[in-house]
């Protein structure tokens, strides 16, 4: 495949810094975005590596206004990814408004609006992909990680939502669902203490139990997030000659979380059939075919 222009949040560290590079090495342009990029990371700078300030929790117009800036670099965008996100762990019950307002606003809200950005200018061509990272978690609950989980679950829904809208345009949209890697989104932001645990007593003995002890071993190499998400938006490596998908998972602990998940999901609408059929009306018994198929996530051949 011809060479592609790449806009990419959150470039400053992890897994989104690791895409520039690969992508650069691979002959790609890439505008490498995030918060205070133009000092942190001014050393990418190179004829195929452009580096701009972006903060997704911007207001709208002023995202707006950097995409602007960044379509006249190179011209065009022709691939997104919305990569920029927090981890931030808290008991529901305690989590103040600023903790609920702050991890939203980078995970859902700012790729939401950098989407919103970015696709005019994909649509005047007819081109252009638009990739969102979610998570494992987006599909499963565990103990004091409940918001991250909120806003990877609402980003699936996004991403798979924005394809049945734009597909029919020329355009695509993907959400790579990674599980646990050692990259630095765990890391407080400037200002912000690490979670230590609940501040509520009753919580103590559950965080113990559950997330107190020393971290698990991690089975994904984030050196290799990279080299999958580019294969599978150009269509190369194990991606080559396969459909288009608009959900991809990364890594053994999100696949094996995700499949239990779908397991566990179908055996509950088994066990409790009679009791979601006993709401119907009488007699009424029947499949919407259309409504089946806008609903289907597999790609149409």
Sequence with gaps: MAPLVWLITGSTSGSGLALVSALSARGDQVIATGRGASTRIAHLRSPNVAVLDLDVTAPLASIQAVISTAVAIFGRIDVLVNNAGVWRMSALEEA?????????????????????????????????????????????????????????????????????????????????????????????????????????????????????????????????IPGAIIDVVKGEGLAKGRPFPVRVVLGPDSLDVIRQKCTEQLQLLDDWEDVSLSTMIEGQRETVPSLMDVCSILPKT
């Design 96 to 224: 103040s408004e600023a903790f609920v307002q702050g991890i939203f606003d980078v995970n859902l809200f700012g790729a939401v609006k950098t989407t919103q950005a970015v696709l005019p200018h994909m649509r005047a061509v007819k081109q252009g992909t638009v990739v969102f990272i979610g998570a494992g978690l987006g599909w499963a609950a565990i103990p004091f990680v409940g918001y991250y989980s909120l806003t990877k679950a609402a980003l699936t829904m996004f991403a798979e939502s924005l394809q049945k809208e734009i597909g029919t345009l020329g355009l695509r949209s993907i959400i790579f669902e990674p599980g646990g890697f050692d990259s630095d989104i765990g890391a407080p932001r400037e200002g912000e203490a690490a979670f230590q645990g609940p501040g509520i007593d009753d919580y103590q003995p559950l965080f113990g139990k559950s997330l107190g002890g020393p971290p698990p071993k991690l089975a994904g190499d984030v050196t290799k």
